[in-house]
């Protein structure tokens, strides 16, 4: 099936709720601004839908493959990768002095939609490169910057994020892998597994960020350092040498997205070289993993906008029932079908509001001069982060299976491409962190720590919003709603605040419930001030008609439908861990 960016809305988002224009004048980014940006997309969304998306059944239907040592990736991949690298697309948020071209992570983000919809095995590829580029970024000595990101940011090289082991898991303070100094360089001997694109043969050098430790290292998560290990050693001229002492050892035989290879990583004595300081490996490898975090999360969003897409463009043509003039009836017009598209269709755009809004937030704290701004945006990057890839992930799965049940039987059957949706999906609340693991994170180091203040500066914004949007749609179900959502998202954080103490069990029993009241209540919060916009434009006789009242019937749904899950969070939440924890484990 066919994918077309929704470039409209994204359009929309950028210009009303990010403020993009604002953003690049705050950020003294004079030569960018939403013209530019909505350019970018336009062309963005071409490579998508006329290069990578006629791949994703091939690389579904063949997958790479491990062949005599070598990783071969997906018919027609390699070709796509070359014409993704010449055009400039990794480069997007690399500062220029790297050979990027500096544009914001709000319009990065809208980009790396594109990838993701039309082809997520392929986007991971870069997705890694990103995200081991902004650690590299951030935390490497100027001259391992200069000898490795020019030739990531060019797409030249690709970049991968090696944690996990075989018996460590999410566990981080389990790892094994060692690093003993030898020279200017160290010796990493270990094996990782779950590595997305640890191995392939598009590109002549592949950099591995991994974790590793000392010989004298402290015990735990303290004890963990990070090191760039490349496939082949880089010479002085800056060019691909001998290979280094790593190799893919097997590929796993996945669910879903089979286009792209994950790998057993084995290091024997490879040579790898220390990012930044010592035992300081953990909170390096977070750059890269909350950025990895908030992109996760935007593959919620992608996939789902392509399972819609191919839901839509089938519920027009598939015929189901006759009238009684003979002529037959479209499944778009029976209204459970209905039921589900607007289902997808609105938490889709809530989806994308979230992400965006949430992605500009990491370029304000970026750009900010003033420290109690700067610390400001820092908190709600951090308070969002596990929203973003929790609720997203979570919505995922349900907008994909609804995709599946829009085209019925015929969905069930692999040739329709709708279940390749659904398995891809799968993965998403599972790597980079559990859900389980994003709202322990945002209970606990998000809320809990700071006493729930962080937290409440949000809600003090969506108050904001719920008045101006109570005058402005008075009397509607859709006021009656946000208010209720405000309500039990007030109710939720005191009720934790207050009972934590007391049930030591609560926060991680609740924390899933918690996590998701949240996700739901800014959807609706970020559709209100989308449609408070949308409504000023109407009124003035500015901008697309159609698309703004589509706009406002999707803000409806969306709080009429999904936005009422925020009472039966609450409730569970106020349940606390009594019964949850109250089975004798020989009853399971």
């Not at 980009?111 to 995200?131: D, K, R, T």
Request: proline share 4%; glycine share 10%.
């Amino acid at each position: 099936m066919s994918y077309v960016h929704p470039y409209q809305d994204a359009g929309f988002v950028l210009q009303y709720l990010v403020h993009f224009d604002q953003l690049c004048t705050d950020a003294g980014l004079d030569e960018i601004n939403l013209e530019l940006a909505l350019s970018v997309l336009e062309e963005a969304g071409k490579v998508g839908s006329e290069i990578l998306a006629p791949l994703n059944r091939a690389g579904d239907a063949e997958g790479a493959r491990l062949d005599g040592g070598d990783v071969i990736p997906s018919p027609g991949f390699r070709e796509a990768y070359d014409q993704f690298a010449a055009g400039g697309w990794l480069s997007l948020r690399v500062a220029e002095a790297f050979g990027g071209q500096n544009l914001p992570n709000a319009l990065s983000t809208a980009v790396n939609e594109i990838w993701h919809s039309a082809n997520m095995a392929f986007a991971l590829c870069p997705m890694l490169s990103q995200g081991a580029m902004e650690s590299i970024a951030h935390h490497a000595a100027p001259a391992l910057q200069a000898a490795y990101l020019p030739g990531m940011a060019s797409g030249e090289w690709t970049g991968t994020m090696n944690l996990t082991e075989p018996d460590a898991g999410s566990d981080l303070a389990a790892v094994k892998t060692r690093a003993v100094p030898e020279g200017d360089h160290y010796r990493i001997s270990g094996q990782k597994i779950f590595i997305t694109w640890g191995d392939h043969s598009m590109t002549p050098n592949i950099v591995h960020l991994v974790l590793a430790r000392l010989p004298d290292a402290p015990p735990g998560v303290k004890g963990i350092s990070l090191f760039i290990v490349p496939k082949f050693l880089v010479g002085g001229n800056g060019e691909p040498g001998a290979r280094n002492g790593v190799r893919c050892l097997s590929l796993e035989h996945k669910l879903g997205i089979h286009g792209s290879p994950t790998c057993v990583m084995e290091f024997e004595q490879a040579v790898g070289y220390l990012v930044g300081e010592a035992n300081q490996g953990l909170p390096y490898m977070f750059t890269m993993m909350n950025h990895a975090r908030q992109t996760v999360g935007l593959q919620g969003l992608a996939i789902s906008e392509r399972a819609y897409q191919q839901a839509r463009q089938y519920a027009r043509e598939r015929l189901q029932g006759t009238r009684r003039d003979g002529s037959r009836i479209p499944i778009i017009q029976h209204p459970d079908v209905r039921r589900m598209l607007m289902t997808m269709k609105s938490g889709i755009e809530a989806m994308r509001a979230l992400a965006l809004v949430a992605a500009a937030e990491i370029d304000r704290t970026h750009y900010a001069t003033d420290p109690a701004q700067k610390a400001r945006h820092a908190a709600r990057v951090e308070l969002l982060t596990p929203v973003v890839k929790g609720w997203l992930t979570e919505m995922a799965q349900e907008l994909t299976s609804l995709g599946i049940q829009i085209h019925g039987g015929m969905g069930y059957i692999e040739e329709t491409g709708a279940a390749q949706h659904y398995r891809d999906a799968r993965i998403l609340t599972i790597y980079e962190g559990t859900t389980g693991i994003q709202a322990l994170d945002f209970i606990g180091r998000k809320m809990l720590a700071d006493q729930g203040a962080a937290l409440a500066l949000l809600l003090d914004e969506i108050l904001e919003t719920r008045d101006e949007f109570s005058t402005v749609f008075a009397g509607t179900l859709a006021a009656e709603q946000l208010e209720l959502a405000l309500n039990a998202g007030q109710a939720a954080r005191q009720w934790v605040l207050d009972n934590s103490t007391t049930d030591k069990a609560l926060s991680a029993t609740v924390c899933v419930h918690f996590l998701l009241l949240f996700g739901y209540l800014c959807g609706g919060w970020l559709l209100a001030k989308g449609a408070l916009q949308a409504k000023a434009l109407l009124d003035t006789g500015a901008g697309d008609t159609d698309f703004l009242q589509a706009k406002l019937i999707s803000m409806h749904c969306y709080q009429e439908q999904l936005l009422p899950r925020t009472q039966a969070c609450l409730a569970a939440i106020r349940a606390g861990s009594t019964h949850v924890m109250a089975m004798p484990e020989d009853r399971f």
